[in-house]
T-cell receptor
Framework: GAGVSQTPSNKVTEKGKYVELRCDPISGHTALYWYRQSLGQGPEFLIYFQGTGAADDSGLPNDRFFAVRPEGSVSTLKIQRTERGDSAVYLC?????????????FGQGTRLTVV | QQQVKQSPQSLIVQKGGISIINCAYENTAFDYFPWYQQFPGKGPALLIAIRPDVSEKKEGRFTISFNKSAKQFSLHIMDSQPGDSATYFCAASSLGGSARQLTFGSGTQLTVLP
């Protein structure tokens, strides 16, 4: 596709359940980022992939959060034992590479609500 | 730790007026300062960006002013239009390690009255 695609757009889950959020980056972009945006706040960095490997996962809040990008394209953010505090919009971004002047393009986000 | 502080939280401007949003940063390693525009239900979109080797950058009605010594930068929107009504985020990043993740400000909700 022309832009970064995220699915689903909205996800409502019960506390304690497992969820997967998908990101389809722009074709050819090697760098992929996940951010979390709470209501009324700016996005906060979670994890960065360069190709298939997680080059920086310092933003993941705890071990309930995990992300993969097995073929260097599509990425999945996985959240175990969800908590109400996990409710937020999860944004994915991709860029041509992770360096220099390359612009990061964001998807529309997945709004996760934990009830 | 909030490394990029943004103000004001909200701003109301008349059509044709100038909108000014300010940001201050703490990390002197930051070397890239973009501004993003976000509409409801959409992801942030890059508006304009500046590097610290210049003090000002202008693209159409949008201008970034950068003060390296004060560690501050601002976005000026000239001739503001109702279509500019959105949330604006300043951000900063440094080319540290292998990643260029962005640190965002808390956002400014701009409303331009017709």
């Amino acid at each position: 596709g022309a832009g970064v695609s995220q699915t689903p757009s909205n996800k409502v889950t019960e506390k304690g359940k497992y969820v997967e959020l998908r990101c389809d980056p722009i074709s050819g972009h090697t760098a992929l980022y996940w951010y979390r945006q709470s209501l009324g706040q700016g996005p906060e960095f979670l994890i960065y992939f360069q190709g298939t490997g997680a080059a920086d996962d310092s933003g993941l809040p705890n071990d309930r959060f995990f992300a993969v990008r097995p073929e260097g394209s599509v990425s999945t953010l996985k959240i175990q034992r969800t908590e109400r505090g996990d409710s937020a919009v999860y944004l994915c971004a991709s860029s041509l590479n992770g360096q220099g002047n390359t612009e990061a393009f964001f998807g529309q986000g997945t709004r996760l609500t934990v009830v | 730790q909030q490394q990029v502080k943004q103000s004001p939280q909200s701003l109301i401007v008349q059509k044709g007026g100038i909108s000014i949003i300010n940001c201050a940063y703490e990390n002197t390693a930051f070397d890239y300062f973009p501004w993003y525009q976000q509409f409801p239900g959409k992801g942030p979109a890059l508006l304009i960006a500046i590097r610290p080797d210049v003090s000002e950058k202008k693209e159409g009605r949008f201008t970034i002013s950068f003060n390296k010594s004060a560690k501050q930068f601002s976005l000026h929107i000239m001739d503001s239009q109702p279509g500019d009504s959105a949330t604006y985020f300043c951000a900063a990043s440094s080319l540290g390690g292998s990643a260029r993740q962005l640190t965002f400000g808390s956002g400014t909700q701009l409303t331009v009255l017709p």
